[in-house]
């Protein structure tokens, strides 16, 4: 590390720590304050789930729109905005995992849409709530009931009008590549004859990943959210077929990216 960046590192440090702070806090607070009003509002269903609804995509955008980006973390470069990609109608949007940071930076740009999360943190306090009130859908793939619950889910979801999130590799990875996608997500963009948007998500480093070393990055990170065109099932095309097509279009779209930055992920 040379002089310049042991400055960098010195100077943002602090400046994620106060975000990871407040990140933390503010899922306390969210606890502490919401609960007692969400069991006096019981009575009334649809102001409860507007109440809650507002208050999670509200603190998701102030997060990932103003905060990160105000504390000098990351910078966001969007070629096209989410909102302009989904206007006609319901959609389900598939996007590569990278870290802990991917759900919230999409949902915090695109209300009315609903996420999948794995069974493990569906009970986990501030997530089951969003499965409970919000019709975020929990699953679990080693289970064959899960699984069903978690289709006819994801159907009542997207008949609602609402768009549908899942990040088909199913956890974050650990290498450069792409892993295999699951095929959930294609199952349902078959079945429901409803389009397919992929979304590439790409950093110049890696940010919030299994290494405990990139949440303290050493440099502002720039963080790519590129909407691909809308695809939808083949005649004939089984689940299977439709992820590893989705998955190729997905790989070079990455590998593009990675040509014209420092980008450490290369499909």
């Not at 306090?125 to 699953?139: Q, R």
């Amino acid at each position: 590390m040379n002089c310049k960046q042991y400055i960098s590192c010195v100077l943002i440090w602090p400046l994620c720590v106060v975000g990871y702070t407040v990140y933390g806090l503010s899922g306390v607070l969210f606890l502490t304050t919401i609960m007692p009003v969400m069991y006096f509002i019981r009575p009334f269903p649809r102001l409860h789930k507007a109440l809650l609804c507002h208050l999670l995509y509200g603190y998701l955008a102030f997060l990932t729109r103003l905060l990160l980006p105000a504390l000098q973390i990351y910078s966001i470069e969007e070629q096209k905005s989410l909102k302009e990609v989904i206007q006609a109608g319901p959609c389900i949007l598939v996007a590569n995992h990278m870290g802990k940071l991917d759900g919230p930076l999409i949902l915090g740009r695109i209300k009315n849409t609903i996420a999948t999360m794995k069974s493990k943190h569906a009970r986990k306090p501030v997530y089951s709530l969003l499965v409970k009130y919000l019709d975020f859908i929990s699953l679990d793939s080693s289970s064959l009931e899960s699984l069903d619950r978690a289709v006819q889910g994801a159907k009542s979801v997207l008949r609602q009008g609402k768009n549908l999130l899942i990040f088909p590799e199913g956890m974050r990875r650990t290498s450069q590549k792409l892993l295999p996608f699951k095929d959930f997500a294609f199952r349902i963009a078959q079945e429901t004859n409803i389009p397919i948007i992929p979304i590439v998500l790409n950093t110049d480093f890696p940010f919030m990943t299994k290494n405990f070393r990139s949440f303290f990055p050493c440099r502002k990170n720039r963080i790519v959210i590129r909407p691909l065109p809308p695809m939808k099932a083949l005649q004939d095309e089984r689940p299977a077929e439709m992820a590893a097509r989705v998955r190729k279009i997905m790989t070079k779209e990455i590998n593009d990216l990675a040509n014209t930055s420092n980008s450490f992920h290369k499909g």
